[in-house]
């Protein structure tokens, strides 16, 4: 019967990579039980991971998927070696007396919290570029009334559902979630609540995990080499180099680093959305619609030019009489346009753009390093390469003969207002 209602929950759910993972969980608990076998352990936990993988292979790198299983197994090392040892001796009077007035419980919720939320951490940051240090103390508030009003008024009114009685559970239910969000508000209202980490790469976040998994799953001294890798890890995380220029893959919108180490954008639209996420990426706390973001842009009907952190300029090119200008002045041109072969700046243009997608420069002693979403010469099932990927676009066009060339535009590059 458990098993079955545990069933009907994941499909009512939607079954999210966290939904999965309960109920496949609850299921290999369940069965240990009616085996006589101990259900709490790493093994169902691994089951777990093991059937959400062969189901859906790229949960893998989802967040969700990592989260979840992240904190599940800080639970479970805590339940299998730190939980043993709390209130080790109820004969005591003062544990008896912490017990009787539900010292025990508060004391684990807590725990609970803080490890689920240390183990989660890494990938907050790492998806989100955040992080909740207050998040125990919202668990401590919130969660004792999920557990004793909203999930059973849940159950009751979907039970009582047909046959009309649901009513007040619902509303009970709605007194709960309203004790929810006001917890939420009040957390993320307190100084400090939010903290934004700038963007990291993958090195790091597989360190952590490494750590991790070696503070929860070894049983000797060794364990404590997990919280090495960690701070190892925390380290390289805070360290890493971030992008000086940024470019959209439609070309659209272009962000580069000044020489105050913020963010400087140049868009010919209105859609925000790219915006905000290169400015949480980068730790910064201003809104995609504030004045500062433009500060030292230049633009005119032609295109858009900034300064560089190190003095160069980078141009947004919109316009093909743009191009004497930005090709003798510029570093970097980002353009739709096709640009004169003998520009001698580096010149990311459309055909790049479409073959690689969103471009991040690191400027290096022989100009800029680019990384690309879509890396060259790599082919994945829900990525494949280019059919022409051997032939690369040039990233910086230069004619050294001195011969003219015709910068007409091309028929197909003209814009409507050309």
């Not at 919130?142 to 009751?156: D, E, F, W």
């Not at 239910?173 to 990291?200: E, H, N, R, T």
Request: proline fraction near 6%; aromatic fraction near 6%; charged fraction near 15%.
């Amino acid at each position: 019967a458990a098993l079955i209602a545990a069933a009907f929950y994941l499909l009512l759910s939607g079954a999210e990579v966290a939904t999965q993972r309960s109920f496949f969980m609850t299921a290999v608990v369940l069965i240990a039980v009616m085996a006589d076998r101990r259900a709490i352990t790493f093994r169902t936990l691994a089951v777990a991971a093991m059937i959400v993988l062969v189901i859906a292979p790229e949960a893998l790198v989802h967040p969700s998927f990592q989260m979840s299983f992240a904190a599940t197994l800080g639970l479970v090392a805590l339940i299998q070696i730190g939980m043993p040892n709390l209130f080790a001796s109820p004969d005591n009077s003062q544990v008896a007396r912490a017990a009787l007035w539900g010292g025990r419980e508060i004391t684990m919720l807590a725990l609970a919290s803080l490890v689920a939320g240390f183990a989660t951490m890494p990938y907050a940051a790492f998806h989100f570029h955040r992080v909740t240090p207050y998040g125990v103390l919202a668990n401590l508030a919130a969660m004792p009334v999920v557990s004793i009003l909203v999930m059973p008024a849940g159950l009751l009114g979907l039970l009582a559902m047909p046959f009309g009685f649901d009513g007040v559970f619902w509303r009970l239910m709605d007194v709960g979630i309203g004790w929810m969000v006001a917890v939420s508000q009040w957390v993320a209202a307190l100084p400090g609540a939010i903290g934004q980490i700038a963007s990291f790469g993958a090195g790091p976040l597989a360190v952590m995990s490494a750590g991790i998994i070696a503070l929860g799953l070894l049983r000797t001294p060794l364990r404590w080499m997990g919280a090495g890798l960690i701070v190892l890890a925390t380290l390289w995380a805070l360290t890493a180099p971030q992008p000086d220029v940024l470019v959209a893959g439609d070309g659209h919108a272009v962000a580069v680093r000044g020489k105050d180490g913020r963010l400087r954008l140049m868009r010919t639209g209105k859609d925000a959305f790219l915006s905000r996420e290169w400015l949480a990426a980068d730790a910064d706390m201003r809104k995609a619609t504030e004045a500062s973001l433009t500060d030292g842009v230049s633009c005119d009907p032609s295109g858009c030019v900034v300064q560089a952190a190190d003095g160069s300029t980078v141009a947004l090119t919109l316009k093909p009489d743009a191009f004497a200008d930005d090709c003798a002045r510029a570093a970097v041109i980002v353009t739709l346009r096709q640009p004169p072969a003998d520009c001698a700046a580096m010149v990311l243009d459309r055909e790049m753009l479409r073959r690689r997608g969103t471009l991040a420069l690191r400027k290096t002693a022989d100009g800029y390093a680019i990384t690309a979403n879509r890396p060259r010469g790599v082919d994945r099932p829900w990525s494949p390469a280019n059919a022409d990927d051997d032939i690369e676009t040039p990233a910086v066009r230069s004619n050294r003969s001195g011969t003219s060339v015709d910068a007409t535009p091309a028929e197909s590059d003209l814009q409507p207002d050309d």
